[in-house]
């Protein structure tokens, strides 16, 4: 048997990781996950009721999550197009662009029926709120899924 030693060059660093947030953004809840492209696996992590304080608050989970990266579902119909829906996403994302280092946004056509979905072959009780967030854990799992 033969047995190899390896070592690591002094001058050897693991690459940082890179966290990122993805919103799942409605007029009345905007779910929230978190996720980093080292594992690249997306969690739920909350729900911001949209009250006036959303923003801070989005804020506060990227400096407490140090995110370099917001990912912003971007709703369209059927077809692919923008709805009424989209221009508000759009219109939240640039309110975040000042407390937000980086905005991408996500196609998030059918997260919300998956995330159901989803919720429901758990056999346990959920709310809507666990819907927006299991939908934004999707919405950036897509996304990681596309990084290089």
Known sequence: MILVKLTLSSNFKMPKSKTYIALDVG????????????????????????????VEAISEIVIKENAETVVVGYPRNQSGEPTAQTQFVVDFAD???????????????????????????????????????????????DYLEQLP
Request: overall charge negative.
């Open 27 to 54: 007029e009345k809840r905007i779910g929230v996950a978190v996720g980093d492209d080292s594992v690249r696996i997306a969690v739920p992590f909350e729900t911001i009721d949209v009250d006036g304080g959303e």
């Open 95 to 141: 309110k975040l662009s000042d407390v937000a280092p980086n905005i991408v946004f996500q196609d998030e056509s059918l997260t919300s029926v998956i995330a159901e979905k989803r919720l429901e072959s758990y056999n346990r009780p959920y709310q809507k709120s666990d819907i927006d967030a299991q939908a934004a854990a999707i919405i950036l799992q």
